[in-house]
């Protein structure tokens, strides 16, 4: 009896905690899975689309061609009784400028002709305003996925966490994380009220509770790969989430537009990466059995990509394809050449000419002064009359060609439609703001392109400051130009839009510098080029 009475006594104690817990005893989810068969999942994928709808002047990727190459693996993925999800690293956005100019509506509409089936929210996603990103996944028609974007006000999440596939007998859950560096690079206007929280922090809480739910965790993710997770200045990547978060079996990547031809393992995690602006389709083909991933195959497929080689002996370039060509889609095309003439007509008026080539190779503007930097700075001042020109290196997207100068030449430097700001600042105001300036370290989007002034960095501080040539005058105010991007805290600027003298001009970015090359047409680089403008010791 006090046997039994001991028994009773711990069945009540632990009914009550049970009720107390949500009236149930929870029990494991049993899986559909049949144990000790194998299981074929495709995984596809590509990331930062960056505006690429449609193939390049060479032939080259185009959204035609990728759903011609979908189509073909996803009816040998049927035939071969296996599934396939498609899903995407991020980005769709800014970056071409005929999808510029219509919001990326083909872009997106070619996804969902493809098939997508779900995406990762990237820090481009926010270059447009929350009821454009809200109409853009009206034409998706499938999932934008960030589990860690968040309504500042009422702290509910702005976008869907995951969504669980049912591929056969495989439960698959496919969540998706955004780059905390997005409220540093993205355009502050349009992050107002949204709050980005640590992916790491998010997934540590996250992923557990999806191991409960699924069989095999897919992160879509858009925080970058940087090997050995050594990110810099960035906010901490794939890598870091892998090895901070276990349980997430495979990571679909982007943002740092890396091309991983095999896939970085790490804490048993599969990182991938397919480059950027669909060049390639990334395809991972696994075996799971018992629940388990127990082999992949992985490979970067091109579309259409060509490599120069020497035809002959006087060493005439011609292109060679890397793999077979892939035809075009009719359907696709039909779809997106509406797109794409509307948006050549709209670009093809000339502008003015140049006499050589202007450098925004963004390996080259991040890094040091560069003629184009100089010139777009000084397109700025000369709008706004200011005495000092600043451009972001991150807002410079392309190099602007020798010769006849278009319209479409421009926006493809500058796609975001930033407008031009700017403020009077007093002597000290100026130098502690060129102070913080100057301090941005090369290789991020921060680096500042600058004109009208000349300073020595020496521990932080701005030094020997000289505003067109002339010592700075304790008694004057000075007027600063530069993008209002930049003055809201862009890029990791001093935030200065609050600043009592700050004038937004009205005009965007890509006009004035339109402007600026027809009125001084033809551009001649020696004009712009760099004098040393910042001195670091």
């Not at 956005?93 to 510029?100: F, R």
Request: aromatic share 8%.
């Amino acid at each position: 009896m006090k046997r039994l009475s001991r028994f009773m006594h711990h069945l009540i104690i632990f009914s009550v905690i049970a009720l107390i817990a949500g009236c149930t005893v929870m029990t494991p989810r049993q899986p559909d899975w049949q144990p000790g068969k194998e299981y074929h999942l495709t995984i596809l994928h590509t990331n930062d689309h960056h505006g690429h709808f449609w193939k390049n002047s060479q032939g080259e990727y185009g959204m035609a061609a990728r759903k011609t190459l979908v189509d073909n693996i996803r009816e040998e993925v049927a035939l071969d009784d296996a599934h396939m999800l498609l899903l995407s690293g991020g980005d769709i956005n800014t970056g071409v400028p005929e999808s510029d100019l219509q919001n990326a509506e083909p872009d997106f509409k070619g996804m969902r002709l493809l098939g997508y089936d779900a995406m990762a929210i990237g820090n481009h996603e926010f270059d447009n305003t929350l009821p454009v990103l809200r109409k853009q996944q009206e034409w998706a028609g499938f999932p934008f996925l960030s589990a860690n974007v968040f309504d500042k006000s009422t702290g509910a999440p702005l976008f869907q966490a995951y969504k669980i596939f049912q591929e056969g007998d495989l439960k698959v859950a496919v969540v998706g994380f955004t780059t905390d560096d997005t409220i540093k690079q993205g355009n502050p206007e349009n992050l107002k009220g949204v709050e980005i929280r640590s992916p790491i922090e998010v997934a540590k809480k996250l992923i557990p509770e999806l191991r409960k739910q699924a069989d095999l965790i897919i992160a879509v993710t858009h925080m970058g790969h940087y090997d050995n997770g050594q990110h810099g200045s960035n906010a901490p990547g794939d890598v870091a989430l892998a090895r901070a978060v276990p349980g997430i079996d495979v990571i679909v990547g982007g943002h740092s537009q890396d091309p991983l031809f095999k896939p970085d393992v790490q804490n048993g995690t599969l990182i991938l990466q397919a480059h950027e602006w669909g060049k390639y389709l990334g395809r991972l083909d696994l075996v799971i059995k018992n629940g388990a991933i127990v082999s992949s195959h992985y490979k970067l497929i091109p579309i259409n990509l060509q490599k120069k080689t020497a035809a002959s002996a006087e060493a005439n370039n011609t292109r060679a394809l890397l793999n077979d060509k892939i035809a075009e889609d009719p359907s696709m095309i039909a779809l997106l050449t509406p797109y794409q003439e509307k948006g050549q007509k709209e670009l093809s008026v000339k502008v003015g000419d140049a006499n050589g080539r202007f450098i925004g190779d963004r390996h080259s503007v991040r890094y040091r002064e560069t003629n184009l930097g100089n010139l777009i700075a000084r397109a700025m001042m000369e709008k706004t009359k200011a005495d000092i020109g600043i451009m972001n290196s991150g807002g410079i997207r392309d190099d602007l060609p020798k010769g006849r100068i278009t319209y479409k030449s421009v926006l493809q430097v500058q796609p975001f439609g930033n407008m031009v700001s700017y403020i009077d600042f007093s002597a000290q105001e100026l130098t502690d703001y060129l102070s913080a300036v100057a301090s941005i370290p090369p290789g991020t989007g921060g680096f500042a392109q600058i004109q009208g002034v000349s300073l020595t960095l020496q521990n932080g501080k701005a030094t020997h400051i000289k505003v067109n040539g002339q010592p700075l005058n304790p008694t004057r105010h000075y007027r600063v130009a530069l993008n209002e991007f930049s003055a809201s805290g862009g890029d990791g600027y001093p935030k200065i839009s609050q600043h009592p003298s700050f004038v937004n001009s009205g005009y965007t970015d890509a006009d004035v510098l339109k402007d600026y090359i027809h009125a001084h047409s033809p551009l001649a680089p020696q004009d712009y080029a760099p004098t040393g403008a910042i001195k670091r010791e």
